[in-house]
């Protein structure tokens, strides 16, 4: 690779942080059981605690985003990093679950401001025409929390108890705020003023951006969320953390090709990954009875699903032009207010009598909905 066609270190820096702070989003799923039990709290109370943590994420960024405006990026993003850290930590060390539960919404309150935050920082450390590309590597320390972090830390926890995977996290977190320290600038920008930042966001085409992001966002992971119980009825349990795993893998292939695709042609991307979610989907929904097809597909579809990712920041900040903190923290707003309706979706689909294979329909529709505002965005 070239010289001039390298990223700068500190975009990597910022995904690695990225990584460590959302292995905790993945973690906590595959731990439930085991912090009801030990909490003694129900199934759906301990469920709770994902929730707390998602109502953090969709809510957290924006209003960080205006408080730390006039703040240097690297402080805002070790600010961030501490905050998250020590919310996490007094969590485990209280053992409480009403404690956890706000200790829980605190921690995705920071860990939303970091996002914000890094995604503006790594287009700061770039020329223009690569910011689609550095937007996408810091979104891929999501996607490696997603098919790595979160099963080493559930591995973890189940070799010592459920908070082990936890206090991994807070030690790669505070690891993240050395980084941070030593490989990025002591400010990145000029002082941004609300009054722009907001005219910034009156932009409809702007929030056409959100509306794709939301509903592209619930398309791929209506289906990711059931793919357990649609895989457990054509392979054996010991292969489907492993097929689950493809599905992160794609997801690291498609941010690496839509950062390359979506900083000259952000449409194509966007229009791509949509409709391939679209056909994906059908797919999975029309050959679920067979594993050599389904299998396959996961592969594909999580590479239909982040392609998009680059795509949808790199269009952000051109349409935020030079005021993008506030945009960029209501994107990361909008991406988890996807996957939280996610739950919904499916839920009004099963209870109305649907089989798992309805659910993939819904995500197909999600995203052909979708199509009309990509055109427009």
């Known amino acids: 690779m070239s010289e001039s066609s390298r990223l700068p270190a500190g975009v990597y820096l910022l995904a690695f942080s990225l990584f460590a702070m959302g292995s905790a989003e993945f973690l906590m799923a595959g731990v439930l059981p085991s912090v009801a039990g030990d909490l003694d709290v129900s199934l759906s109370s301990a469920g709770a605690l994902i929730t707390a943590f998602a109502l953090g994420v969709v809510l957290g960024g924006p209003p960080f985003a205006v408080l730390s405006l006039k703040w240097p990026r690297r402080t805002a993003l070790m600010t961030t990093q501490l905050v998250f850290a020590a919310a996490i930590a007094a969590g485990l060390l209280v053992g409480d679950y ?37 937007s996408g590597v810091v979104v891929t320390g999501l996607s490696v929390a997603m098919v790595a972090g979160g099963p080493a ?16 996290v807070v030690a790669l977190t505070v690891l993240g705020v050395f980084a941070c320290a030593a490989g990025l600038p002591a400010t990145t920008s000029t002082a941004p003023s609300l009054s722009g930042e907001l005219r910034a966001m009156r932009s409809w085409r702007l929030w056409s951006v959100y509306a794709v992001t939301i509903l592209s966002t619930a398309s791929y992971m209506v289906s990711f969320n059931y793919l357990s119980a649609m895989l457990a009825d054509v392979l054996p349990a010991v292969w489907i953390p492993a097929v689950l795993a493809l599905f992160g893998i794609g997801a690291f292939a498609g941010l690496s090709l839509g950062g390359r695709i979506a900083d000259r ?4 991307a966007l229009l791509g990954g949509v409709l391939g979610i679209a056909v994906f989907s059908a797919l999975l929904a029309l050959f679920a009875a067979s594993a050599w097809v389904v299998v396959p597909l996961v592969f594909l579809l999580g590479i239909a699903a982040f ?71």
Not at 153 to 168: A, Q, R
């Open 307 to 377: 392609v998009i990712n680059p795509a949808l920041y790199g269009r952000v900040f051109a349409l935020a032009g030079s005021a993008p903190t506030l945009a960029g923290a209501t994107t990361v707003s909008a991406f988890q207010l996807g996957i939280s309706l996610t739950p919904a979706f499916a839920a009004g689909a099963l209870n109305l009598g649907a089989s798992l294979t309805a659910i993939p329909w819904i995500g197909a529709a999600l995203a052909l909905v979708t199509v009309p505002l990509v055109l427009v965005c």
């Open 98 to 134: 009403w404690i956890l539960l706000v200790t829980r919404f605190v921690a995705g309150l920071a860990y939303a401001g970091f996002f914000a935050v890094a995604a503006v920082t790594a287009i700061s450390l770039v020329t223009p025409d690569r910011n689609a590309r550095a």
């Open 265 to 268: 042609r952000p449409r194509h």
């Open 153 to 168: 830390g559930t591995l973890l926890s189940n070799l010592t108890d459920w908070t082990g995977g936890f206090w991994g």
